[in-house]
């Protein structure tokens, strides 16, 4: 099992470009979270999504961004019109069908860099 | 609101020396507890959870109600200890979301 799969591992975009951030869950796992890692800060929580369903966007902001995980492929994280302020490193996690108990299995991260 | 503090951005100790990285928490129900590490060049860990109650690496942590703390304790650090750690909380009962503190880089000295 080659664990949490993101990619790229770098990004870098104009300002008012289009991000879009790829995860890949361990083999078996059908939840995912993303989190976002602004310099100096920890990690905080933008989205968990199980499959083709959102279940608690509540960390997410309003505008510009969207997440989707599909039948079929890996969970996007997507950034429109990106900002300087979107700079971040961006991690994803999995865990396995049953959320209470279980273990989140992290990622290596997006570092999203926005000129 | 549901917070996690870790107050040390940086301990520094040299081998051999006790450890506590410091961690408080601010929620009202009964959370989960954890300890991540992240080691250089290396994705983050579960290192571990209050309901387990286990040691891992050496490393212990006691869940305090009274004090909402969580602090991570290792009587006798090495070097290879030296990594970023991060207290987090999860609520009890709802979607697995995991609140993280700021950090503690720790930093051990031969």
């Known amino acids: 099992n080659a664990g949490v799969m993101q990619n790229p591992r770098h990004l870098v975009r104009r300002r008012g470009q289009e991000a879009r951030l790829r995860c890949s869950p361990m083999k078996g796992h059908s939840h995912v979270y993303w989190y976002r890692q602004l310099p100096e800060e920890g990690l905080k929580f933008m989205v968990y999504l199980q499959k083709e369903n959102i279940i608690d966007e509540s960390g997410m902001p309003k505008e510009r961004f969207s997440a989707e995980f599909p039948k079929e492929g890996p969970s996007i994280l997507r950034i429109q019109q990106v900002v300087r302020g979107d700079s971040a490193a961006y991690f994803c996690?999995?865990?396995?069908?049953?959320?209470?108990?279980?273990?989140?299995?992290f990622g290596p991260g997006t570092r999203l860099t926005v000129l | 609101a549901q917070r996690v503090t870790q107050p040390e951005k940086l301990l520094s100790v040299f081998k051999g020396a006790p450890v506590e990285l410091k961690c408080n928490y601010s929620?009202?129900?009964?959370?989960?507890l954890f300890w991540y590490v992240q080691y250089s060049r290396q994705r983050l860990q579960l290192l571990l959870r209050h309901i387990s109650r286990e040691s891992i690496k050496g490393f212990t942590a006691d869940l305090n109600k009274g004090e909402t703390s969580f602090h991570l304790k290792k009587p006798f650090a090495q070097e290879e200890d030296s990594a970023m750690y991060y207290c987090a909380l999860r609520f009890s009962g709802n979607t697995g979301k995991l609140i993280f503190g700021q950090g503690t880089t720790l930093q051990v000295k031969p």
């Open positions: 929620y009202s129900g009964s959370p989960e």
């Open positions: 996690a999995s865990s396995p069908i049953k959320t209470q108990g279980h273990e989140q299995f």
